[in-house]
């Protein structure tokens, strides 16, 4: 099993844009690579979602 890309708490974003997003899950995978479950704020309101590896990209400082 190779190591994931993210770790928990990490802050990525999608490589098509959008809200910075924080790693709050790794699902693993032995057939494909990880999908990473992150959160985010929508105005006031926390948001979730399921995302492939390939998606994301570290949120540049």
Known sequence: MAKAA???GDVVK???GG???TVK???PSS???D???CQWFAGKGLQNGIFAQESLEPKQP
């Open 6 to 8: 993210y770790k928990v």
């Open 14 to 16: 999608l490589k098509s």
């Open 19 to 21: 809200p910075d997003m």
């Open 25 to 27: 899950r790794i699902i």
């Open 31 to 33: 057939t494909q690579s």
């Open 35 to 37: 999908s990473y479950e």
